[in-house]
């Protein structure tokens, strides 16, 4: 087919759809309607006769056909993001953008930024703070720090453990010297339990300190992230459980402590990008900045 009669429009529908497995979603990405998305996957079928989609219930998936044209044409728009990026930034005073967990974010991230802009002030971070991780593409995030068990479920991008995450009961100095004692796991129960956005962490916790299953452990106030529970935990709302990473400035300055030094083994922090053999300076600057700073503070 010739280049000028390229469906340019349906291909980046395609794209979209494809990538995400979602119509809807596709949608929203592109800023125009479910049914555009659909009308231009139907052309492009038309033009290539061959289905592109399986249409199931509620979702769809690629066929052998679509699967093989979505691999070339995100390779291609991938570059062509990339090249245009190029030629339209290029300021003096760089400007990197991370996305990052908002846990990671608050509690980590933030009190130690300052150390970067002395070290690289001709480099300007911004900061996304977001749980959802980014697509790499229209000028988004150059990196992610993002929270997970297996990376593995992160398609198209290289991911490199930075820290280990292990949890641990914290509470203010304030709630533990006016609350009952605390001289064995169990005594927990007796406070009120912060959870983040299930309650499962608290029951593995209990668990693995050998505390027999409680009704307990399923009550108390549930926050989308964690940062707010650690900032109830610091108001003396309840007890939270701690990342000894994350939470690590808090316990060290005394706005919380650990009753037990019992500590769960609760997933990995994880520096995430396209390539990272292939980051732009600030971005390489940054990361190694990232490295030494989790390092210095015991990390591997």
């Known amino acids: 087919m010739k280049r000028g009669r390229l469906p340019l429009t349906a291909l980046r529908s395609f794209e979209a759809a494809g990538r995400l497995l979602s119509f809807s979603r596709a949608a929203e990405e592109l800023f125009v309607s479910q049914a555009a998305i659909s009308r231009q996957v139907r052309e492009l079928e038309e033009l290539t006769g061959k289905p592109l989609f399986e249409r199931l219930h509620r979702r769809v998936e690629l ?3 679509g699967r ?11 570059e062509i993001d990339r090249r245009l990026s190029e030629i339209m930034t290029a300021p003096v005073q760089s400007l990197l953008k991370v996305s990052v967990e908002p846990f990671f974010a608050a509690g980590w991230l933030l009190p130690r930024l300052v150390r970067f802009r002395e070290r690289r002030p001709d480099v300007d971070v911004l900061v996304d703070v977001n749980g959802r991780l980014t697509e790499f593409r229209n000028h988004d995030a150059e ?3 993002r929270f997970s068990f297996a990376w593995t479920s992160w398609p198209r991008v290289q991911a490199e453990r930075l820290i280990d995450s292990t949890m641990v009961p914290v509470l203010s100095p304030s ?9 064995q796991p169990a005594d927990l129960l007796r406070y009120t339990l912060l959870h983040d956005d299930n309650r499962n962490a608290w029951s593995r916790w209990f668990e693995s300190a050998g505390v027999a299953a409680d009704p307990g ?3 108390g106030p549930m926050f989308p992230d ?3 529970g650690v900032q109830a935990a610091i108001l003396g709302h309840g007890v939270v459980l701690g990342d000894m990473v994350v939470n690590s400035e808090d316990l060290r300055l005394g706005r919380l402590v650990k009753p037990f030094d019992l500590v769960m083994p ?3 922090y994880w520096l995430v990008a396209p390539d990272l053999e292939a980051l732009t300076e600030p971005a390489r600057a940054f990361a190694d900045w990232l490295r030494k700073e989790i390092k210095a503070d015991g990390g591997d």
Do not use: N
């Open 63 to 65: 066929t052998d056909a």
């Open 68 to 78: 093989k044209l979505l691999e070339q044409l995100t390779a291609s728009f991938d």
């Open 143 to 145: 990196l992610a720090i």
């Open 175 to 183: 709630l533990l010297a006016s609350g009952p004692p605390l001289r």
């Open 217 to 219: 452990t399923q009550r």
């Open 226 to 228: 964690g940062a707010l």
């Open 266 to 268: 609760y997933g990995a």
